[in-house]
């Protein structure tokens, strides 16, 4: 079955950025999305993109898709201390019925 | 406010004991899923639902069951609570299966 796999810690100072990495394993995973949960919350949408896509920018984050490597990226640009959380990737393949997720990535962001 | 609303937060109850955690959206979604988080496995889809009396199992779903009579709920059944279920537990709603998943704000359940 698909397997999703992230890093499990990032730290960063306020104002870099931020880059969380995921791979996943079936190539025909057709929806990938980020998701932030910040504590004591619920998984929240980021945003997502569509496997026909290799890029997508809304305000700070870029996502970039590598089909070839199976490979999605988060970056955050200017990381701020809200933005400290857990990140969690996950795919999505058309049709089917279970969005598989990683373990998710904590981020730290220093003052 | 379009939300999903699980009931209770904390949970905390012995072995044996049957247990229900509720599950409620009001954005008239079709599909609906539960996943449990677990330290270092991220979430794990237990059961779904693509729409009512239709529902599905997930990766995990030993020790659990779920009903989908009405479309707004989808409740959480452990007839006999182990500690290995202890975790924290959500639910979610979309649209359609291909849709983004909504998320309620979890249910934090401790078996002794």
């Known amino acids: 079955g698909e397997d999703v796999e992230q890093s499990l810690f990032l730290s960063v100072r306020e104002g870099d950025s931020s880059v969380i990495n995921c791979t996943y394993t079936?190539?025909?995973?057709?929806?990938l999305y980020w998701y932030k949960q910040e504590p004591g919350a619920g998984l929240q949408l980021l945003t997502y993109?569509?496997?026909?896509?290799d890029m997508k920018q809304d305000q700070r984050l870029t996502v970039l898709l590598n089909k070839k490597d199976k490979h999605l990226s988060l970056r955050i640009a200017d990381t701020q201390t809200g933005d400290s959380a857990i990140y969690f990737c996950?795919?999505?393949?058309?049709?089917?019925?279970?969005?598989?997720f990683g373990a998710g990535t904590r981020l730290f962001v220093k003052a | 406010e379009a939300q999903v609303t699980q009931n209770p937060r904390y949970l905390i109850t012995v072995t044996g004991k049957k247990l229900t955690v509720t599950c409620s959206q009001n954005?008239?979604?079709?599909?609906m899923s539960w996943y449990r988080q677990d330290p270092g496995l991220g979430l794990r889809q237990i059961y779904y639902?693509?729409?009512?009396?239709?529902?599905d199992k997930g990766d995990v779903p030993e020790g659990y069951k779920v009903s989908r009579k009405e479309k707004r709920n989808f409740p959480l059944i452990l007839e006999s609570p182990s500690p290995n279920q202890t975790s924290l537990y959500f639910c979610?709603?979309?649209?359609?299966?291909?849709?983004?998943?909504?998320f309620g704000n979890g249910t934090r359940l401790t078996v002794t």
């Open positions: 979610a709603s979309s649209s359609s299966s291909n849709s983004p998943l909504h």
């Open positions: 079936d190539s025909s995973s057709t929806y």
């Open positions: 993109i569509f496997s026909n896509m």
């Open positions: 996950a795919v999505h393949h058309t049709g089917g019925f279970k969005t598989i």
């Open positions: 954005m008239n979604h079709e599909y």
């Open positions: 639902s693509m729409n009512v009396e239709v529902t």
